[in-house]
């Protein structure tokens, strides 16, 4: 059976033709779009981005990050792990705040630094 997919991993976004059977891909103007088509098929990833709570900086949230794409099927349960963070300022761009999340092997991290709000 042949899939229509668009591939997300750049701004181009081809619109790929999947075998679902033998995994041959057409349409993809790189070889990227050449990997991206059968994982599609075979155990969708994408990367994550959220915010999570923290206190004592300037702002209430701070934005967060996996370090490499998480099998999609397991993105609601990882956001709710990233709202149980409870974090504290100051925090390093790159710090790890959960590290392999849910066993997937990939980190949380925090996508920029907050220091302390003085008053
Ligand atoms: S196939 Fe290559 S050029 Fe096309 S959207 Fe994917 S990454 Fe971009």
């Known amino acids: ?6 591939c997300v991993l750049c701004p181009r976004g081809c619109r790929i033709i999947v075998d679902s059977e033998s995994l041959e891909v057409i ?3 790189c070889s990227r779009g050449a990997q991206f088509g059968p994982q ?12 999570a709570s923290i206190k004592g900086a300037l ?5 967060v990050r996996t370090t ?3 099998p999609f099927d397991q993105t609601f349960q990882c956001i ?3 709202q149980k963070l409870q974090l504290t300022a100051p925090i390093e761009v790159g710090q790890v705040l959960i590290p392999n999340i849910l066993g997937t ?3 949380i991290i925090a996508s920029r630094s907050l220091c302390i709000n003085l008053p």
Do not use: F, Y
């Open 1 to 6: 059976m042949k899939k229509n997919l668009v």
């Open 27 to 29: 349409g993809n103007a």
């Open 40 to 51: 599609e098929i075979i155990s969708p990833q994408r990367m994550l981005t959220s915010t």
């Open 59 to 63: 702002h209430k949230k701070i934005p």
């Open 68 to 70: 490499s794409a998480i």
């Open 80 to 82: 709710q792990e990233i």
């Open 105 to 107: 092997g990939v980190d």
